[in-house]
Nanobody, 115 residues
C-alpha cells in the first residue's frame, strides 16, 4: 500500500503562485508515475501534470508554460509549482501514484484563485 499526503494549497490572487507537495510513503515501487489531477466544482477530475520516476513530464494544455512538475526520488515527494494562476485553476488538487503494483490517491488539497 502507498499513502499520499498533499500540502501547499490555499487562497491566492490571480497572477500569484503556489507550490503543492505530495509525499509518498509505504510500499513504493522504484518505477512509477506520479501525477496531479484537479477537480473543479461540478466538473470531472482532470489531469494537470504527470512525471515519471525518470523525470519525463506531460502537462494539460491549459497549464503548459505556467505549471512545472518536479520530484525528489530520495524523499519520494513530487511538487507542482503553479505560476500565473487564473481563477479557472481553482479546484481540489489530488496527487496520484501509479506503478506496476498498483495505484493510490491522496486526499486532495484546495486551491482557490480569486479574481
Amino acid at each position: 500500500q502507498v499513502q499520499l499526503v498533499e500540502s501547499g494549497g490555499g487562497l491566492v490572487q490571480a497572477g500569484g503562485s503556489l507550490r503543492l507537495s505530495c509525499a509518498a510513503s509505504g510500499s513504493i515501487f522504484s518505477i512509477n508515475t506520479m501525477a496531479w489531477y484537479r477537480q473543479a466544482p461540478g466538473k470531472q477530475r482532470e489531469l494537470v501534470a504527470a512525471i515519471t520516476s525518470g523525470g519525463s513530464t506531460n502537462y494539460a494544455d491549459s497549464v503548459k508554460g505556467r505549471f512545472t512538475a518536479s520530484r525528489d526520488n530520495v524523499k519520494n515527494t513530487v511538487y507542482l509549482q503553479m505560476n500565473s494562476l487564473k481563477p479557472e485553476d481553482t479546484g481540489v488538487y489530488y496527487c496520484y501514484y501509479k506503478s506496476p503494483l498498483g495505484t493510490a490517491w491522496g486526499q486532495g488539497t484546495q486551491v482557490t484563485v480569486s479574481s
